[in-house]
């Protein structure tokens, strides 16, 4: 059984930092894009970063370029590096698994974890 477990959310004030971290097991995803996406109250889910195993491609929004890193380890976790966080970033953060190379559609992810809350406060 494919299972995503995000940790690492929590509250913190704006300029302040948080890692979130997905472990992946149930199968393997050595040729699979892992992302992370986030959705606020009342906001459609959106694309955040995303990168393949060992770290030979990623990809960010726009809104977090510069702030956020996205990497992965051990072909089995995935971590989201958040600096310089804004009130605009408090959302559920969810970490999302797809075969192949990087997309930023959330219909084209297959796995999906449970949710991290993040709050950022002003």
């Known amino acids: 059984q494919v299972q995503l477990v995000e940790s690492g959310g929590g509250l913190v004030q704006a300029g302040g930092s948080l890692r979130l971290s997905c472990a992946a097991s149930g199968r393997t995803f050595g040729t699979y894009a892992m992302a992370w996406f986030r959705q606020a109250p009342t906001k459609e889910r959106e694309f955040v970063a995303a990168?393949?195993?060992?770290?030979?491609?990623t990809r960010y929004a726009d809104s977090v370029k510069g702030r956020f890193t996205i990497s992965s380890a051990n072909r089995n976790t995935v971590y989201l590096q958040m600096n310089s966080l804004k009130p605009e970033d408090t959302a559920v953060y969810y970490c999302?698994?797809?075969?192949?190379?990087?997309?930023?559609?959330?219909?084209?992810?297959?796995?999906w974890g449970q949710g991290a809350q993040v709050t950022v406060s002003s």
């Open positions: 999302a698994a797809a075969p192949g190379a990087i997309r930023t559609s959330d219909t084209e992810y297959q796995y």
């Open positions: 990168v393949t195993w060992g770290g030979f491609s």
